[in-house]
């Protein structure tokens, strides 16, 4: 948010010499947080001064009209002779005041302004427009000053336009709303300060009569709670916008459009209160506030027709018919934007303004939903003062018909239907223990009344409700009730912050809490590690990608409608409606970031990620409602615990184009489902699952071909499935030919064996290499694992190098080449041991599937 200082001194009485660095310091102070402080004046360098035209030469022969000026400038050129001028503008005529920037000058932007000829004339300086100058958008036409304007040619033009100002722009969190206005930082600074504050909330103003100028009726007082409306009749619709106002409301960048319009910005921006101008006779019928109907559409100030949400809340126009259920037709997104149908445009006459109080939950999700942020909806989502609607409906009337006449209407429409705020019980000594600050009982109630609060000490209100308010554990205690504009106080622990917060973030010592000993990484975290380390070293990176994924990935990724995996966790406020759900498979966010990557021109890939996936638990209901004020107890953290989803940890691999480039050295190797299901294997080694566990079996598991699935099982359980994608998955999610992915659940392995130093042999292998014709069904870790168990103990390892298949094996068969390394712990092996170990291996092998030694 954006303003300028000299409107914040109309409520707050700041000293006239505050520098900037104290201004910015008593903001951050209070905890806002400063994006700058910019001086105005140090944006145009260089003389900028009042000039007055003394006469004007219309030059011909160009594509455009040009302009040789003569213009006083005073003594400021240091000659006193007039300075000739070339401008193409026309909107000023002889004896017009303008704003002349003199040779050697720097304008916004770094633009320098010098001599030169132009034209066929010599130009020496330039006369400013409102852009150029940075004080707007206008650009159409030079800035000519007021009749009346003080000071004289030569005089410093600075102030004349505003120039003068200091603007402040600060970043406000989502918590305190009430910052995001003149009123929120005026009384900010008075209170950091110790200097007064005006309030221009707490004006008087007309209260609402039993016949309102404009009938309306609220359907739903959750979503509206307050409904203020007023008329006002005859106003000059060619009449502008003050230039105070144009420039207050660009300088906080905010578009100015018309008088109407400019005025409901500015009091947004003065109060806090959005607001809404119709124009009034472009409404036939009576005004409903309602929830919007599934299927209407309405098209918003932006020009864009949006189809509503049930929702959404609308304003409708009963005059109009409505094919669907809904009653009106809608004409304005209420607490969002309105719509081009009640606009107010160049010939309105009769305004009608509309001040509300909107719930901010459901303006949050309606401007994502719609992807509408606008200035009112951020103020309605943090939360604005349901106490405001009157006083800015008054406001705002008092400016249309200053500056635009027409007459105000007797009627003024009030709906109300808020609650009042309920007082938090706050234990004096409270703020005391939590932040390790002795503040005193008298501290604590004249802080908490700074902020706005009602505060009332236990025995006052002890004689007139009786028990409800006292001690709490032989502490006296406080009723305090906060202010309207203070949303975001409803627990004791709200209050505590407000406390410490004014009376002053540096005076709370900064001590680090002892470090306890550590117990160093837990076995997940040690796992966790080796797994990710063992994939970078075979040249996987590492990605993370966002948990949300859309409704139809499911879909797009073929499982079956029996799958698990459907049965997602829907998130009740998702950061997109196009992403609403939890992830129940890395594979959906992982594929993403891979298609990313191909888009930008990457074409081989090899991407992992470790992360939780989500799974339902169909009717676990909700949790327990439980507060702040204590530790839950084991029942009601087992209870929420039980509707939290599993979130078991997975990894997954993808792996696309060329895993050994092609080059001058020879030919590349492509990326298949073999290198998935060495992945996998790669993982459960790192993750300390002995070698005899592991299985590898062929499997059918969407999203991966039928025909190239390999099933990871531990111990007989499958942990995770590796191989091709789905050609038709692929195709729906635009990735290549061939692409190859692995996931595998990390929690679903045994805990690993306390590790041992491996056994190193000093005596030589035998390396014997076998190949034996198996059918062409017969998996080749099946056999593998056949030699395994057949050669014993002097078995070293087991290497499959070759797969081959032709007429000369047979058809229907295939020949499985494996390479066997023997070696013993204390001996060098002889011929005839290692031959027997061959020959009990491959006995093994013929026995279990039939396998016979090629050539044999």
Excluded at 604 to 626: H, I, K, S
Aim: glycine share 10%; aromatic share 4%.
């Amino acid at each position: 948010m954006r303003v300028s200082v000299s409107w914040l001194r109309e409520y707050v009485d700041l000293p006239a010499d505050l520098p900037a660095a104290d201004l910015e310091r008593a903001l951050v102070d209070l905890g806002i947080e400063v994006e700058s402080i910019v001086d105005l004046a140090d944006t145009v360098q260089g003389a900028l001064v009042v000039g007055e035209v003394l006469d004007i030469e219309e030059l011909t022969g160009f594509k455009k009209p040009i302009r040789f000026c003569r213009v006083d400038v005073g003594a400021a050129n240091g000659t006193g002779e007039p300075q000739e001028i070339v401008c193409g503008a026309r909107n000023f005529a002889p004896g017009d005041r303008v704003v002349v920037i003199l040779p050697g000058g720097v304008l916004p932007g770094g633009f320098a302004i010098g001599a030169r000829k132009t034209y066929g004339r010599n130009s020496n300086g330039m006369i400013c427009s409102e852009r150029e100058l940075g004080l707007g958008d206008d650009h159409d036409g030079i800035v000519v000053l007021p009749e009346g304007t003080a000071g004289k040619p030569g005089d410093d033009a600075r102030p004349m336009v505003g120039l003068d100002d200091v603007v402040v722009e600060v970043e406000i969190t989502p918590d305190r709303g009430y910052q995001m206005s003149l009123r929120g930082l005026a009384r900010e600074l008075a209170l950091a300060l110790g200097v007064n504050f005006r309030d221009p909330g707490l004006v008087p103003a007309p209260a609402g009569t039993a016949d309102p100028a404009y009938p309306v009726e609220v359907r739903d007082t959750v979503g509206c709670d307050r409904f203020a409306a007023r008329l006002v009749r005859g106003v000059d619709p060619t009449a502008p916008s003050p230039e105070w106002m144009q420039r207050r409301l660009t300088l906080a960048g905010i578009r100015t459009i018309s008088l109407p319009v400019d005025i409901t910005n500015y009091v947004m921006l003065e109060t806090g209160q959005p607001m809404h101008a119709f124009d009034a006779d472009r409404i036939t019928g009576a005004l409903v506030v309602r929830r919007a109907e599934a299927g209407e559409k309405l098209t918003t100030l932006d020009g864009v027709t949006r189809v509503l949400a049930p929702e959404d809340m609308v304003i409708c126009d009963t005059g109009a018919p409505n094919p669907l259920a809904g009653e009106g037709v809608p004409i304005s997104l209420a607490a969002v934007m309105g719509g081009e149908t009640s606009e107010v445009v160049p010939g309105t006459v009769n305004v009608l303004f509309e001040a509300a109080h909107w719930d901010p939950v459901m303006v949050g999700r309606t401007a994502r939903r719609h992807k509408l942020f606008s200035e009112a909806a951020k103020r309605w989502e943090r939360g604005v003062d349901p106490a405001l609607p009157l006083v800015a409906l008054d406001r705002a009337v008092r400016l249309l018909t200053e500056y635009a006449g027409g007459t105000v209407a007797d009627e003024v429409l009030d709906i109300d239907h808020v609650a009042p705020r309920t007082p938090v019980v706050l234990p004096v000594d409270l703020p005391t223990r939590r932040v390790g600050v002795e503040y005193p009982p008298a501290r604590v109630v004249a802080l908490l009344e700074q902020v706005g609060c009602t505060v009332a000490r236990g025995a006052d209100r002890l004689a007139e409700d009786a028990g409800e308010v006292g001690a709490v554990g032989g502490v006296e205690a406080l009723s305090v009730t906060p202010p309207t504009w203070r949303p975001d106080l409803t627990d004791p622990a709200d209050l505590v912050e407000e406390v410490a917060r004014l009376d002053g973030y540096d005076k709370v010592p900064s001590v680090l809490p002892t470090a306890p000993p550590g117990r160093g990484l837990t076995a997940r975290q040690r796992r966790h590690r080796a797994v990710c380390r063992s994939l970078a070293e075979r040249g996987f990176v590492e990605v993370l990608a966002h948990p949300f994924v859309a409704t139809e990935l499911a879909d797009q990724l073929g499982l079956p409608a029996d799958d698990p995996r459907r049965q997602a966790v829907r998130l009740a406020n998702p950061l997109s409606e196009e992403e609403p759900l939890l992830r129940t498979t890395l594979l959906g966010p992982l594929l993403g970031i891979v298609r990313r990557n191909l888009g930008r021109g990457l074409r081989d890939l090899a991407l992992y990620e470790t992360g939780a996936v989500f799974r339902a638990r169909p009717g676990a209901g909700r949790p327990p409602v439980m507060g702040v004020d204590r530790r839950p107890t084991d029942e009601e953290f087992a209870a929420a615990d039980a509707v939290v989803p599993d979130q078991p940890r997975h990894v997954a691999v993808v792996l696309t184009g060329d895993v050994e480039p092609a080059g001058w050295w020879g030919a590349g190797r492509a990326a298949g489902w073999a290198d998935a299901v060495e992945a996998g294997r790669a993982v459960l080694a790192a993750a300390g699952v002995p070698q005899d566990s592991i299985e590898v079996r062929a499997a059918e598991y969407a999203p991966w071909h039928p025909g190239r699935c390999a099933a990871l099982l531990v111990d007989g359980t499958v942990v995770g499935h590796a191989g091709e994608l789905h050609p038709t998955v692929l195709a729906t999610l635009e990735l290549p030919r061939r692409t190859s992915a692995m996931e595998l659940d990390l929690d679903a392995l045994p805990e690993a064996p306390v590790a041992l130093a491996p056994t190193v042999s000093g005596f030589p292998p035998a390396l014997i290499d076998v190949a034996l014709v198996v059918d062409e069904s017969v998996p080749a870790e099946a056999v593998r694992q056949a030699l395994t168990e057949g050669a014993g103990t002097l078995l070293e390892s087991v290497r499959l190098f070759d797969v081959y298949a032709s007429e000369q094996v047979g058809a229907g068969r295939k020949s499985l080449a494996y390479k066997l390394t023997f070696r013993a712990p204390d001996r060098t092996l002889t011929v005839e041991e290692a031959v027997a170990a061959r020959d009990a291996a491959v006995a093994r092998a013929a026995e279990r599937y039939h396998a016979t030694l090629r050539g044999a």
